[in-house]
């Protein structure tokens, strides 16, 4: 059944009658991965995966909400005693705690709501929920008058506060600004972006996802920041933004080699990005697929967050033909991110799901998709 169908039935057998529906995508990022928090480029867009919400507002002062997903309700008042226990309904109610703190107008609603984002394969289903809510409030109960800037920081601060994940703030950014056919070079430190065409002829968007997480003893990702943050204060520069490889091996003999290793894969990835958009202008994606491979030497061997299953799905994409392939997302598990030629899709899948399954016992699941609209009222 078709999402927009499902949640307005749904709806109507919850509450009765119906609301406005609006709806917000996850996102992948083509390049760009652990650029954000040492102020870089990424440059994620949103996808044709997204969360739906119909909502109305209800009279009172209290949420009444419905997963569909999850087949459970919760309930709450807007005052920040009222924090539901539910972790899936914080996220509703932190968009509507963040949104009152910047002066926002938030009254009491009823709505349900589903998804078709995949769960644990790094697309920001979390960020796509927050998106969603929080533009449907400024729709339904600001008049619009809350910018898309503040909307993305909603959501960012609604996983600060309410839900316990010190995240940056592209996966919200992404989801809030999405454009069909476009992705979006951010600039992490300034907020400025750009939007560069994406519209792939004869080529596709392939999600390999391993459907492994590895579970880590420590904080890979604070050891990783802190070996960031420890070269920046060597070199005397407020993230490695500023940094190039010159300036980095001018100082190797001052810091450890784990460090020395870290800060080189943020500085080549940083003109990655960089060199991508350039790439994409002028219609090489060929080049676009070849940096996509240097990420992922870069992120596995570099940086050290890739595993054993992930190396194995960027061999088989390199042994296929496919023009570029990564992880994508934080590593240690997850999925990796394929731009594949149409006219090897088909052996690629085939390949890569019978290897995979040969070798670790289960199929990776394959996600096609296409850049999409971000947060949107949904006619």
């Known amino acids: 059944m078709e999402l927009k169908t499902k949640v307005s039935e749904a709806f109507a057998s919850h509450f009765g009658g119906e609301g406005s529906l609006y709806a917000s995508a996850g996102r992948i990022n083509l390049i760009g991965e652990h650029t954000d928090y040492n102020g870089g480029f990424v440059f994620p867009g949103a996808i044709d995966k997204a969360i739906m919400a119909d909502i109305r507002p209800n009279g009172t002062d209290k949420v009444n909400l419905y997963s569909i997903d999850l087949d459970e309700s919760a309930s709450f008042g807007l005052n920040e005693a009222d924090a539901p226990s539910q972790q899936w309904a914080r996220y509703v109610f932190g968009v509507c705690r963040e949104t009152i703190k910047r002066g926002g107008s938030v009254k009491g609603f009823d709505a349900v709501f589903a998804g078709n984002v995949p769960l644990g394969a790094g697309l920001s289903s979390s960020a796509a929920l927050e998106s969603c809510f929080a533009f449907a409030l400024n729709d339904l109960f600001n008049g619009n008058t809350i910018d898309k800037f503040e909307l993305a920081k909603i959501g960012q601060s609604t ?17 809030v ?18 939007y560069f065409p994406f519209k792939l002829d004869g080529y596709r968007l392939v999600l390999v996802d391993s459907v492994v997480k590895h579970e880590l003893v420590d904080s890979p990702y604070n050891k990783r920041r802190q070996s960031c943050e420890n070269v920046a204060r060597r070199l005397d520069i407020d993230t490695l933004r500023d940094a190039d490889m010159e300036m980095l091996d001018a100082v190797k003999a001052d810091i450890s080699a784990e460090d020395y290793m870290r800060a080189k894969f943020v500085i080549e990835e940083k003109e990655r990005v960089l060199d991508v958009c350039e790439a994409l202008n002028r219609g090489d994606i060929e080049t676009v697929g070849k940096l996509m491979y240097a990420t992922h030497h870069g992120l596995s061997k570099d940086y050290e967050v890739s595993c054993e299953e992930l190396d194995y799905l960027n061999d088989i994409a390199k042994e296929c033909g496919v023009t570029g392939s990564r ?12 731009l594949v030629a149409d006219g090897i899709y ?17 199929q990776p699941k394959i996600y096609d998709v296409v850049i999409s609209d971000g947060a949107r009222r949904v006619e």
């Open 159 to 175: 996983e600060h506060n309410y839900c316990g994940v010190n995240c940056g703030i592209m996966d919200q950014f992404a989801s």
């Open 177 to 194: 600004f999405g454009k069909k056919d476009c992705l979006i070079r951010l600039d992490c430190r300034s907020l400025e972006f750009e």
């Open 327 to 338: 992880i994508m997302g934080g590593g240690f598990g997850g999925c990796t991110i394929n």
């Open 346 to 362: 088909d052996n690629f899948i085939a390949t890569v799901t019978e290897k995979f399954n040969a070798r670790y016992g289960h």
